[in-house]
Structure formats: structure tokens, C-alpha cells
């Protein structure tokens, strides 16, 4: 209908099933179907659920995070019994029979002709893995700046060391017990077992 004022154009809407017609031209009433068990609140304040007092909206929990994920597997708080399940692992993925790892936090692996041992010093919170490559070496100070100059570049994580005890040519690889992951345990027994089996007969023979 035109407007007899020059106002705005009144223009009639079909009837909507469930709004009902604004007696003031203001906001329109959508009735909101009943759900069984919610009483619909009178303020829109909390809705009463099985007479549980509920907010219409709850924010979802924030997930923390940082470098320690809820989702990952606490690790054993004495970590001998943490390397250990480590070593038992690393025998079953290889179908290798590895003695377990002792009382003493001392365990064994065998590559080639290398024998790694590993020790956990739980009181150093260290893992000290060592495999002889020579036995009381004759090092004069060539020979010593040679096994200097390799550790920089040809052994990988490992680096050759004296024995203060008994003189023996050791290949060393230390590392934290803390945050020490079977990936990292996999790697490192890897990586000394490959230089030491690459190293020890070679070095036995130039260094005898």
C-alpha cells in the first residue's frame, strides 16, 4: 500500500508458523520448539536440565600446550627400568636374544666384531655407552692428534677416549637420561655399534 505520508512502503509477509506478528514493528518472536526435559529460561539466563542449572553456552576446555602432551606415555621414574624396556625393544624389532638389562643398569649389544655396553648411572643422571676399539694402545702424538682429528669428523656421536683404569682405546657416546625417548636410545646404540664395528679392527692393528 502506498504510504500516504511518503514514509516507507508497508509491505504485508505471509503468516510464518510458529512467529508471531510484532504488535509495534519491533523484533520478531521465533518460538523455539519444546525439547523434553528443558525448561526454557525466563531471563536467557541458564537453561534448568533435569533441574541441572546449565549456561546456553559452555566454552570447551583449553588444551594446554607446550613440550610435555597429555597424550604421551609417562615415562618410569627410575629410568633403569625405562632403558631397559628401551634394550628388550630394540632386541624384538631386530629378532636379536639380548641378555636383559642387569640390576647394575649394565646391558649388552653386539654388532660385527663391536660389543657396546651400556650403563645407566641413574645417580649422574647420565647413559654412558662404550665399546673398546684397541687394547692399551702405543699413542705417541701423531697417533693422538689422529684419533683427535677423527673424533671431529669420522665418528659420528661418538668420540674416542682413554680409559683412566686400564689405557684401553674406548669410542664414548654420553647423553641425559632425562627426556631420552626410544627413538633417541635406537639411534645412538645404532651409531656407536656402526663406527666402533668400523673402527676397531683397523685401529687395533695401527695403534698395537
Known amino acids: 500500500a502506498a504510504p500516504p505520508d511518503g514514509g516507507a512502503e508497508s509491505i504485508a509477509s505471509p503468516a510464518l508458523p510458529g512467529v508471531a506478528a510484532p504488535p509495534d514493528g519491533g523484533a520478531v518472536s521465533i518460538a523455539s520448539p519444546a525439547l523434553p526435559g528443558v525448561a526454557a529460561p525466563p531471563d536467557g539466563g541458564a537453561v534448568s536440565i533435569d533441574g541441572r542449572s546449565t549456561p546456553f553456552y559452555t566454552p570447551a576446555p583449553r588444551l ?59 645417580d649422574k643422571g647420565v647413559l654412558l655407552l662404550l665399546s673398546r676399539v684397541a687394547k692399551e694402545p ?23 677416549a682413554l680409559h683412566p ?4 682405546l674406548y669410542l664414548r657416546i654420553l647423553r641425559g637420561l632425562d627426556n631420552l625417548d626410544y627413538e633417541e636410545f635406537e639411534d645412538i646404540v645404532h651409531s656407536i655399534a656402526k663406527t666402533a664395528d668400523h673402527w676397531d679392527d683397523k685401529l687395533a692393528a695401527e695403534l698395537a
Open 64 to 122: 594446554a600446550v607446550g613440550w610435555g602432551m597429555a597424550d604421551e606415555p609417562e615415562q618410569p621414574h627410575d629410568p633403569r627400568i625405562r632403558v631397559a624396556e628401551f634394550l628388550a625393544r630394540f632386541g624384538r624389532e631386530r629378532n636379536l636374544t639380548l641378555p636383559p638389562l642387569g640390576d647394575d643398569g649394565v646391558g649388552v649389544i653386539q654388532r660385527g666384531s663391536a660389543v657396546v655396553s651400556i650403563h645407566v648411572l641413574a
Open 138 to 160: 702405543k699413542l705417541d702424538e701423531a697417533k693422538a692428534r689422529r684419533l683427535l682429528g677423527l673424533s671431529f669428523v669420522e665418528t659420528g656421536d661418538a668420540a674416542f
Open 165 to 168: 683404569q686400564t689405557g684401553d
